[in-house]
Each structure stands twice: as structure tokens, then as C-alpha cells.
């Protein structure tokens, strides 16, 4: 196993069983993968290919039985100890008895930065997804888009150079995942982040990514690794390009060949 | 704008309520009362007329049933008409009771919270605890004071702690049951969150199952403050003590003092009222402070 320098998550052999009542369910076997700094990677796939609990793993939030992952070069506990990710959920999961900006506070709390360093935070995060204004607002004030942009400032607050992104805008609308999609690509440009990104949506992983990993399930495993040849400038008309539509129709064919449609 | 609308809304089913117990209460006072105005009157040998029968029945001195305007002649003298220092003022005897039902919810809300927090974080206390906390509502209070107010006696313990104790055992536990539920509220993804961020078990306390659970707490309050007032009315019932509106009660029913025991329970009620109103009010203070949506707090 060689770890280059460049590494942010590298994985060998993994493998993850859950015990279940109805007996084991393999969610994650065999996964070879290296990320590295800088890139952005798509995590693909139906239900129950395991997109999700890969992400989990690299957070320490799951153990795999087996196999072996460095997360910045060492265990994903020590990684998580470190704080080197922010993690954003599916849901917002923002406190609801905290304002926008005490909730960006919250893990600048509890890693103890002060008073004045929280808000300046606040305020760049806040800026950064463009909420600059909504701070004293509380949750429900706030559409789902603007929670969600939220979470994600909380989540870039504390400048952990890695984020991990578990289907954020899986619940939101077309148009306003578009619009967060460009967003978040000016972001990932503007802080040179690693970004590791679960999605079910080919269009969206072709569109965000550098490398566009394709999962299937049963048991959860990684079928195809895509290299995206696709500029880092990307406007969204750039989904009609003849290059766009190829990397799809490779990711499609990828989905296809790990998943059997007749089950 | 919506405000006034709905005041009228909640207070209209209310007055229909109100008038509808005040017109049966006068009904059943008169024909429960009756005969024994009949029989005053005949004792007196005075030759009257049916009506004022009927009318004596609503101004006898021991009636069966009180009518509601006895009652509240009898609270107004003493209430507004007594100094509160006087042993016959109402206001005198709710405050000996307010005192100890305030120490005792005291006591049994911080009993409650402490047991939860135990419970959420140790699983021998969740597994140990909880049938015992059950076990211990089933016992009747009513068979548990006087023993308890007789061993603190014994050891010189006596006056408002005894009684207070007795509301701190009724009170505790809504709060516990409702706090271990409040406590366990977050959703995993707010645990998980916390994970990520390495958090302390004293972080993951104070900055998410706490906040959590402060509707859950609320609501345990009301219920806890209202059976306080009962735990010191009853721990007054069986000592024969002199003072509190357990006391009035009892000296109430030994001298058939009727209009003094009914003005004692509206007392008592009022004081219950009160009390949840107030915690109700402080719960709307903290929703505020917290975030809440107006919606909720309306309900």
C-alpha cells in the first residue's frame, strides 16, 4: 500500500458487512479508491450500492470489517479527532433553537475558537454561500435551499480541507439544484477543497465532478472510475455539450452493466 | 389583527361552560337543600310560604351543596376582608400550602432531570431505574404520608419540609418520564453531526439533548406543578395540621362547615390554575427566546 503525499482518502480492499436480523448484508466489498487533494468525486448510484456508507466510512461514522482506508493519511477516528472533514447531510439538520448563525457556530463551540474567530467565520462562511443577511433568521424562516446552503456554510466553518457531501440537494427542486450545483463549483474553485459527493443523479455527477465513481448494489461495490475531461470552468449550458453527453452515456452504461433492471 | 378573534374564540366556549355548571350547581342546591331548609324553618316553628322555602335553601348556614354565590361571599370575607396574617384568611392558609407545593415541585423537578440525565447516559440506571420510578406511583399517597411525616417527625423534621417531600415524590415524575423521552429526542443525523465534530459528552449535553428537550420539560411541569399542589394538600390532611388549605379542609369537615371546605377546593383550584398558567407563560418566554414558530406557541 503507497500513500502519495497528494492522498486525502485512499482505500484498499474495503469491505463493510452489516449483521441484520435477516442475516448479513454486504454493503461495501472490494473498494480500491484514491482521492486526491483538490478533487472533486461523484459517488454514484441506485439505493443500497453502498454510496452512502463509503462516505460513513471515511467519516468514522461506520467501521468497515474489512480492508483498509487512510483518510489524510491516517485512520478515519484519528482523521475525525483532527476535524480535517465537514460533513453535510441529506437534510439540513440545522438546530432549530439556533439562529443561522449560532448554528454555523456550533462546531466553532465546540472546537473552541473564540468569540471574535466565530464571527468573523460566520460571517465569511455566510458569505461564501451567499446567505450574508439571513444570520439572525432562525430555520424555519429559511427555504430548503437556504438550509441546506446553510449546512454547508457550518460545514466549510471550520476549514477542514475535506468535505463530504451525502446527497445534499437530493431533496430539493430542479432549479434550485441547479443554481446550488453552480454555486458549489465556484466554491470548490474559490477554496480548493476535496469534495466527495453522493448523488443519484447522472447530470449532477457529471456536471460537479473531476472523477465520477459509479457504485452498484448487491453486494455494494464500485464498478467504473471516470476521469472527467470536461474544463474546470463549467457554465450550465455546458450539459448540452457533445463531451458532456458522452461522460453521461458512459456513467449510464456503467449503471447498467452493475444493475440488473429485470429484479 | 388575529389576536382579538381569538380571544373571543377561546373565551366564548368557556363563558357557555361556565354558565351551564352555575345553572345546574343552582338547580342541584336547590333541591338537595330543601329539606333541610324545611326543617330549620320548621324547628324555628315559623309558618312561610313555598317560596321562601326555595329561597332559604340557597342561604342555609350548613348547607349539603353550597351555592355558588355562598361560596364566594364566604371567599371574598376571607380573603379581602382578613388581614393575611389572620389564622382565618384564606389567603393566609394558600400561601402555607403555596410554600410547600413551590418547594416540593422545586425539588421534584431537579430529582426528575438529575434521574433522567442518569438514565440517558448510564444504561444500568436506564435498566435499574425505571420499573422502581413506575413502582413507586403505584403506592396510594394518601398511605404513604402520614408514615412520612410521622418518621421526619420522629427525627425532627417537621413543618413545611415533610409536606414539601410528599409534592417532591408525586412531582418527580412526570418530570423523568418526560425528560428521558425529551433527552433521547434528537435525530440521528443531529447525533451524527456531533460525531463529526468530535464532540464531548458534555457538549452533546448542553448543546443538543438539552435545548432537545425543553418542550418535553414543559410540558412535565405542568403536569408536575399541578399534582405538587395536591402532594401538600394532602400531606396537610392526615397531621392534623393547623395551617394550609389541607388543614381547612379537614377542620372544614369535622365541623360541617361546608361553604369553608368548598371555598377551600376553589382555592386550591385556583391556586392549580394559576400555577400551570404561569408555567405556561414562562414555556411561551422560552419558545420565544428559542426560535420557536409563532404557530406553535399559539397552540
Known sequence: MTITPESVVSARDLGLTFETNDGPVNALTGVNLDVNKGDFV???????????????????????????????????????????????????????????????????????????????????????????????????????????????????????????????????????????????????????????????????????????????????????????????????????????????????EGLRAGHSYDE | MEKPGLLRESAFPIVVVILVVVIFWYAAALLMNHGAALDSLKL?????????????????????????????????????????????????????????????????????????????????????????????????????????????????????????LISTYLSFFPVVVGMVKGLRSPETIQFDLMHTYFASSSQIFWKLRWPASVPFLFASLKVAVAIALIGAIVGELPTGAVAGLGARLLSGSYYGQTIQIWSALFMAAFLAGGLVLIVGLVEKLVARTMGAKPERMAA
Not at chain 2, 396574617?85 to 392558609?93: D, F, G, M, N, Q
Open chain 1, 42 to 252: 461523484s459517488f454514484i448510484g441506485p439505493s443500497g450500492c453502498g454510496k452512502t456508507t463509503f462516505l460513513r466510512v471515511i467519516a468514522d461514522l461506520e467501521k468497515p470489517t474489512s480492508g483498509s482506508i487512510t483518510v489524510n493519511g491516517t485512520t478515519p477516528e484519528d482523521a475525525r479527532k483532527n476535524r480535517s472533514y465537514g460533513y453535510v447531510f441529506q437534510a439540513a439538520a440545522l438546530y432549530p433553537w439556533r439562529t443561522i448563525e449560532k448554528n454555523i457556530a456550533l462546531p466553532l463551540e465546540i472546537m473552541g475558537h473564540s468569540a471574535a474567530e466565530q464571527k468573523a467565520r460566520i460571517e465569511r462562511t455566510l458569505d461564501l454561500v451567499n446567505l450574508t443577511g439571513f444570520g439572525k433568521k432562525f430555520p424555519w424562516q429559511l427555504s430548503g435551499g437556504m438550509q441546506q446552503r446553510a449546512s454547508i456554510a457550518r460545514a466549510l466553518a471550520f476549514d477542514a480541507d475535506l468535505l463530504l457531501m451525502d446527497e445534499p440537494f437530493g431533496a430539493l427542486d430542479e432549479i434550485v439544484r441547479d443554481h446550488l450545483n453552480e454555486q458549489l463549483l465556484k466554491l470548490w474553485d474559490r477554496t480548493n477543497k476535496t469534495i466527495c459527493f453522493v448523488t443519484h443523479s447522472i447530470p449532477e455527477a457529471v456536471y460537479l465532478s473531476t472523477k465520477i465513481v459509479v457504485m452498484s448494489p448487491r453486494p455494494g461495490r464500485v464498478t467504473d472510475i471516470i476521469e472527467s475531461t470536461l474544463p474546470k470552468e463549467r457554465p450550465l449550458d455546458i450539459r448540452e455539450s457533445p463531451e458532456f453527453l458522452e461522460i453521461a452515456s458512459r456513467v449510464r
Open chain 2, 44 to 164: 324555628k316553628g315559623i309558618e312561610t310560604t313555598p317560596l321562601q322555602g326555595w329561597l332559604l335553601s340557597l342561604a342555609l348556614e350548613r348547607p349539603l351543596l353550597p351555592a355558588p354565590h355562598q361560596i364566594a361571599v364566604e371567599m371574598w370575607n376571607t380573603t379581602a376582608q382578613l388581614s393575611v396574617t389572620s389564622k382565618r384568611s384564606l389567603v393566609y392558609h394558600a400561601w402555607v400550602t403555596l410554600s410547600a407545593t413551590l418547594v416540593g415541585f422545586g425539588l421534584g423537578t431537579a430529582l426528575g432531570v438529575l434521574l433522567a440525565i442518569g438514565i440517558v447516559h448510564n444504561r444500568a440506571m436506564d435498566k435499574s431505574l425505571m420499573p422502581w420510578i413506575i413502582a413507586s406511583q403505584t403506592i396510594p399517597i394518601l398511605a404513604v404520608a402520614p408514615m412520612l411525616i410521622v418518621v421526619l417527625n420522629a427525627v425532627g423534621i417537621s413543618g413545611l419540609l415533610p409536606k414539601a
